[in-house]
């Protein structure tokens, strides 16, 4: 079955959007060359879930939350390390999919640089580690459009089979710990944590 087309699915709340997501082809041009890796690892967030960023009110940093469905959210955490999400959903309500983890594919020489690792096992098994490969070092991306920024998504020939995708709580998260908003692709060695 062919999967859902990308408008389609970036339209769509995060809960639904979060798994449909798996198996598509990340793509970073960078001045180094062309990095592609496929999601394999996602958690939904949304404006009513007490994890979320967007959880209650609008900000400055989460502006871009709240835009239609087809926005980067990029952010700073524990002082250290950024994350990339994509923003879901209709404008007005603040939802994304974080990409937790994803498989890379192909500019693996330019993620081991960013990286700073030879590994490709841990290239990308996490949030972080996602960013740092893609070469993300500050929030400048934030609020661009994807697909018309350096960071674009590839469909997939086939989508990954339901059967194929766990479900399960999310991960380094205080709050709603019980939603089971996180998806990843089964026995994908590239995924955060199994």
């Known amino acids: 079955?062919?999967?859902?087309?990308?408008?389609?699915?970036?339209s769509m709340p995060a809960?639904?959007?979060?798994?449909?997501?798996?198996?598509w082809t990340l793509v970073r041009q960078t001045p180094?060359?062309?990095v592609k890796l496929k999601i394999v690892e996602t958690e939904a967030y949304h404006q009513d879930d007490e994890a979320s960023h967007s959880f209650k009110w609008r900000t400055a940093r989460t502006a871009p939350m709240f835009e239609t469905g087809g926005?980067?959210?990029?952010?700073?955490?524990?002082g250290m390390h950024?994350?990339?999400?994509?923003?879901?959903g209709s404008a007005g309500v603040g939802e994304a999919?974080?990409?937790?983890?994803a498989e890379p594919l192909s500019g693996?020489?330019?993620?081991k640089k960013n990286r700073g690792i030879a590994d490709i096992k841990n290239l990308a098994n996490g949030p972080a580690k996602l960013a740092q490969a893609l070469g993300i070092r500050n929030t400048a991306l934030s609020g661009t459009i994807l697909n018309k920024s350096s960071i674009y998504l590839q469909q997939p020939e086939m989508i990954v089979s339901p059967d194929d995708i766990v479900a399960g709580p999310r991960i380094g998260i205080k709050n709603a710990v019980d939603k089971p908003w996180r998806f990843y692709i089964k026995d994908n060695p590239s995924v955060s944590k199994l």
Not at 71 to 78: A, D, G, K, N
Not at 82 to 88: A, E, L, T, W
């Open 71 to 78: 926005r980067l959210y990029v952010y700073f955490t524990y």
């Open 32 to 34: 180094k060359g062309v």
């Open 15 to 23: 809960i639904e959007a979060a798994p449909l997501l798996l198996g």
């Open 1 to 10: 079955m062919k999967p859902k087309n990308l408008k389609e699915v970036l």
């Open 82 to 88: 950024y994350c990339i999400n994509i923003v879901v």
């Open 97 to 101: 999919v974080l990409l937790r983890a």
């Open 108 to 111: 693996i020489e330019i993620m």
